[in-house]
């Protein structure tokens, strides 16, 4: 078996997902500069959520979930792992374009589910109006995901992870082009969209097949891989399904108080620039190695992939969650606060950006838990965990609302992820020694810990002292770099003291990468 380097994979992934998030951020900086918190942006978001949604159903949740694992395992045993590729295209490619057919002709009934607030107002027209033009992107993300699960497998990691750069280059080109050309930027905007799909796709697929993984689609079959792949498939497209139905009761909520669906949208994207570095990073590596491990009998291996995982995700998670929590409003000022989004959008935005920055770890370790699972191909449990997480954040978003309004949602999404969490923890006790934590991973957590609450007393002591150039116009961008800096630095070295880490791993993972 050809090994998979964890943290070397970690870091290729975790750098074009960082590349990838960095430029969301940017995108988002855009368009709430040009379009602002308010209708427009409201449409666009419940319109852009609708392909996303589908894709975790399809792509990155329960296809992925099953497919990974059962190609890992043919191509470790040499099993003809492209045809079975083969028919799983084929397979998910016609279920997509009948699944999009019938969107593009049900989007009113689609825009009443998933955002029923915006009914009888001039919210609905537009979103039915942009849910149309976007929703195609689902099937070409989803073709995309597939060869991206195949690249992953075979420890190809780089091509897989850059391909998300391409959708936010080229939305915000398109935005800047509109405005340039003085035309509708909304409607550049959701265009770009589906042409982001094309490109995506584009890239997976060369990459696949220099990589010697050539599938092409054929007729599709119903054979017994195909019945395997569906069963397993099945439940982790529910669990997905609960997670949107958490997404979607949060949307409702946020839908019927003004400007909050673009709030949330926007702190949202903003905390999944860590999640998106480390916990996705996480999750694409691991998968793989683990089914590859089981495969081969490797326990041991297995367990020290776990939790080399977790203790370098967390060892990033934790300090991005404290700063999420000490200093959101200088973040989202400065990022956000320009043209069409004022200071009360800020603040509330800020609000919202530490009520998730509490669920960050959360998220991450779901992240790291999931693959147990998963590599054994048991999709079942996790989808059991994840309904308990539903009524969790339906009682919170629904509950609350008409005591705390609009913020309610945030709340229950971070309360929701730590109880999946606990449940996920508890599910793997019967899976023996290769899914417990080994002793580095429980003396490194808490020395992490200590890092990040010290390093958040340095942060909010010199926000204190920096606080008029992060309000002064023209010094708020240095600023802004320097609290960062501050922040980074001082966990550095505080974690190196404390031994929460070794900075000479990251560094040594880093040189492998680029040798490769």
């Known amino acids: 078996m050809k090994p998979i380097r964890l943290l070397s994979g970690m870091m290729t992934v975790g750098f074009w997902t960082l590349a990838s998030r960095v430029l969301g951020v940017v995108r988002e900086v855009v368009i709430l500069a040009l379009i602002g918190p308010g209708p427009v942006l409201d449409a666009f978001v419940a319109a852009f959520r609708l392909p996303n949604m589908f894709r975790r159903f399809f792509a990155e949740g329960a ?31 016609t279920v997509l374009v009948v699944l999009s057919a019938l969107a593009m002709i049900f989007m009113p009934a689609l825009v009443v589910a998933t955002a029923g607030g915006f009914v009888g107002d001039e919210r609905f027209d537009m979103t039915v109006a942009y849910g149309r033009i976007c929703f195609p992107y689902i099937l070409l993300i989803s073709l995309a995901a597939l060869f991206s699960g195949a690249l992953n497998a ?55 097949e220099r990589s010697g993984l050539k599938v092409r689609p054929g007729r599709p079959v119903w054979n017994d891989e195909m019945k395997t792949l569906v069963r397993v498939a099945v439940p982790a497209a529910l669990a997905g399904g609960v997670m949107q139905i958490n997404l979607l009761v949060g949307q409702q909520v946020a839908s019927q108080f003004e400007n909050a669906v673009g709030w949330l949208y926007a702190a949202d994207r903003l905390y999944q620039l860590p999640l998106g570095v480390v916990g996705i990073a996480v999750g694409i590596v691991l998968l793989p190695d683990l089914s590859r491990r089981l495969k081969a009998g490797d326990e041991t291996g297995g367990r020290d992939a776990l939790s080399r995982a977790g203790e370098y995700a967390l060892a990033l998670t934790l300090p991005s969650a404290v700063a999420l929590l000490v200093i959101p409003l200088p973040l989202v000022s400065v990022l956000f606060q320009r043209g069409a989004t004022g200071a009360d959008d800020a603040a509330a935005i800020a609000v919202a950006v530490a009520i998730y920055g509490l669920g960050l ?4 370790l779901q992240k790291v838990l999931q693959p147990l699972f998963f590599a054994r191909e048991n999709t079942k449990a996790p989808f059991h965990y994840a309904l308990i997480s539903m ?50 991973f429980k003396t490194r957590i808490w020395r992490i810990a200590v890092a990040s609450i010290l390093m958040g007393v340095v942060l909010w002591g010199t926000q204190v002292v920096i606080g008029p150039f992060l309000a002064s116009p023209g ?28 900075l000479s791993e990251f560094v040594g993972a880093f040189r492998r990468r680029k040798d490769r």
């Open 63 to 93: 296809f992925n979930a099953a497919f990974v694992p059962m190609f890992s395992k043919r191509l470790e045993a040499g099993d003809d792992p492209l045809d079975f590729a083969r028919d799983a295209l084929s397979g998910l490619a």
């Open 154 to 208: 075979g420890g190809h990691f780089a091509a897989a992870a850059a391909a998300p750069v391409f959708l936010n280059i080229t939305v915000v080109a398109a935005m800047l082009v509109g405005q340039q050309m003085g035309g509708d930027i909304v409607l550049w905007l959701v265009w770009a969209v589906p042409v982001a799909g094309v490109i995506q796709l584009a890239l997976v697929w060369i990459a696949a």
């Open 361 to 364: 770890p959360a998220f991450v």
């Open 391 to 440: 009524v969790v954040n339906a009682v919170i978003a629904i509950g609350f609302a008409p005591f705390i309004g609009w913020i309610a949602p945030a709340i229950a999404t971070s309360a929701a992820a730590w109880s999946m969490v606990w449940f996920l923890s508890r599910g793997t006790r019967g899976m023996g020694e290769v899914a417990s934590f080994d002793a580095r």
């Open 475 to 502: 010094w708020r961008y240095l600023a802004l770099l320097v609290l960062i800096l501050v922040g980074m630095m001082s966990y550095g070295i505080l974690g190196q003291l404390l031994g929460a880490f070794r």
